[in-house]
C-alpha cells in the first residue's frame, strides 16, 4: 500500500520562504506523476504544481509559478516543494498526490494522498 506524508508547514511572514516535504513509502516517485495540490479555507482545491515520471517535467500554476519549486531526493523518496516570497494568498492545506495522468487538475485521478501540511502567511 503507497502511502504519503507531508511535513514542513508552518506560521510564517509575508516573504518568507518554506520547505513542504513528501515523502513515499510502498512504492517510489519514478512510477507514478506527483501532484502538489493547495485548499485554501472555502475554496476548490487547486493543483499548484506537478512533477513528472522520472522527474522530467515539472509544471506550475500562473499563481505560484517563479516562487515554487519542486525536486526530489530519491535516495530518501522524498519529494519537496521549495516555496519563496509567500503571501498571504498562499495560506492553504498542502497536500501530495500520486496519479498516472500527467498535469491532470482533477483530484479523482490521483490516487494516493497524504494528510496535508498547513502552510499559513500573515501580513
Known amino acids: 500500500q503507497v502511502q504519503l506524508h507531508e511535513s514542513g508547514g508552518g506560521l510564517v511572514q509575508t516573504g518568507a520562504s518554506l520547505r513542504l516535504s513528501c515523502t513515499i513509502s510502498?512504492?517510489?516517485?519514478?512510477?507514478?506523476?506527483m501532484g502538489w495540490f493547495r485548499q485554501a479555507p472555502g475554496k476548490e482545491r487547486e493543483l499548484a504544481a506537478a512533477?513528472?515520471?522520472?522527474?522530467?517535467?515539472?509544471w506550475y500554476s500562473d499563481s505560484v509559478k517563479g516562487r515554487f519549486t519542486v525536486s526530489t531526493d530519491d535516495a530518501k523518496n522524498t519529494m519537496y516543494l521549495q516555496m519563496i516570497n509567500l503571501t498571504p494568498d498562499d495560506t492553504a492545506v498542502y497536500y501530495c498526490?500520486?496519479?498516472?495522468?500527467?498535469?491532470?487538475?482533477?483530484?479523482?485521478?490521483?490516487?494516493?494522498w497524504g494528510q496535508g501540511t498547513q502552510v499559513t502567511v500573515s501580513d
Open positions: 512533477l513528472s515520471l522520472a522527474s522530467i517535467r515539472t
Open positions: 498526490a500520486t496519479t498516472h495522468k500527467w498535469r491532470t487538475n482533477r483530484a479523482q485521478d490521483y490516487s494516493f
Open positions: 510502498g512504492d517510489t516517485f519514478d512510477n507514478y506523476h
